[in-house]
């Protein structure tokens, strides 16, 4: 898959890949040079390999990208970016876009369009104008890219959850049969008393009920490194596509367990104390719709 971020220079592209992806906090994103040209990075979700494309906004380089189309070919989802502190630059921003819009309808690249309103950062802006310039930019974008059919976000990278799910549901669209899986998967843990993640082997999260176990999309680098381990061991050891750890106290208080699912879904539970009957059965149905879900995965491998 690829992702092609674009929009003017300083209107947040990278801030928001770092945030989001390189597991970096927003105060260590200040500061972060300019991109020149454009740098892909790739980053693996649910064993999709995707590049992501983080184009520079300097003038020049959005003129060479115009006049040479190819570096645009194969774009999956185009994210359009707009710096809501910069209302001045709507003009351009949209010019820019246009060109963009023209060069794709020519060459017949026809992604999806997700228009990110960025930089919705009340510690640095008074909410009403914050609006007042939010109104102004739907108003000019949401017409321009109209005939896509975009969807517009709100984003911050100081609401760094939020923004990781925003790239989560993006990336899981691209498996049609997936996205109400993990819908379903979201009300499940809100009824279960124990603290679950549900992530990829490679340590991006789906879903999860634990606060600060995660920084954007990447699990905690702890975290992620137990997940690996159990899934080598899968591997070398148990020579399995899927399998099972379990730990637990010798106080016998507190109990954790590693599903991995087809080598690609990892389901991390946490339990302080013993569940009651209902409780197991709720983490039990759970269990069974991640293995589900890891075979809806292979699956649209398979078919891709």
Known sequence: MKI?????SG???TSIYLTT???KKPEQTVGAAPTIMYEIRRHPFLGLEVS??????QEQYRESY????????????LIPVVDLHEPESFDAAKEYFKQIIDLFTKNNIKPAVHIFFHKYDLKDYVKELLDTNLEKAKSIFLDLFSRWNPTFHVTSIYEQERLAEIFR??????????????????????????RIIISDTSGNVIVHNVQGVSTGLQLRGDLRDFISACNNLRENFFMSESAEFTGRGLDGGKEISLHVFKFIIAVLIMKTQEL????????DTL???????ADLVVRAHAEG
């Open 4 to 8: 092609s971020l674009v929009g003017l």
């Open 11 to 13: 209107c947040g592209k």
């Open 21 to 23: 992806f390189a597991g």
């Open 52 to 57: 992501i494309f983080d184009f520079g906004g």
């Open 66 to 77: 115009i006049s040479d189309p190819k570096v645009f070919q194969g774009t999956d989802v």
């Open 169 to 194: 549901d993006i990336l899981v669209a691209s498996y049609k049969s997936l996205e109400k899986h993990v819908e379903t998967a979201q009300k499940q843990l809100s009824e279960i008393p124990a």
């Open 276 to 283: 009651d009957k209902k409780a197991q059965e709720k983490i």
């Open 287 to 293: 269990l069974s719709d991640m293995s589900m879900f």
